[in-house]
């Protein structure tokens, strides 16, 4: 059974983002990628932009002196331009430590990502360790 190109692309971006591969993962989004953030902490909103998503990311292993961890549980693609990922981060920041659950939603275009839609298990904690 072979990958579906979809899937193929989210499993990249994981790889990419865990070894902290910023170009390679830059590369498998549209220069117009949205990457939408929940919550009212410092890092949430809307990135837009191949670059600003690219700083969210370098604010994310900023923030947590590099210790931020994903582990991708599962992707589910539905053949028509989108995918979910379920994952688990775990992460330092100063006193705090979080491990959570969480996910991303996926809009594929063209075998680029263009939207992001990220989600977390819990918004009250993910919100007081990202402030």
């Known amino acids: 059974m072979t990958e579906h190109p979809d899937y193929a692309l989210v499993h990249r971006g ?12 830059a590369a498998l989004m549209t220069a117009d990628v949205i990457h939408h953030v929940p919550g009212s902490s410092k890092l949430s909103g809307h990135h837009k932009g191949r670059e600003a998503v690219m700083d969210y990311y370098r604010s994310l292993m900023e923030e947590t002196g590099g210790t931020l961890a994903v582990e991708l549980r599962s992707v589910f693609v539905d053949g028509r331009g989108h995918a979910m990922s379920v994952h688990t981060i775990r992460a330092d920041r100063g006193d705090r430590g979080i491990e959570m659950g969480g ?4 809009t594929i275009v063209g075998g680029k990502i263009t939207d992001i839609d990220e989600c977390v298990a819990d918004i009250e904690e993910s919100d007081a360790f990202w402030s």
Not at 103 to 106: E, I, N, R, T, V
Request: zero cysteines; proline letters at 0%.
């Open 103 to 106: 996910g991303l939603f996926f």
């Open 14 to 25: 994981y790889e990419a983002f865990t070894a902290g591969d910023l170009d390679t993962l």
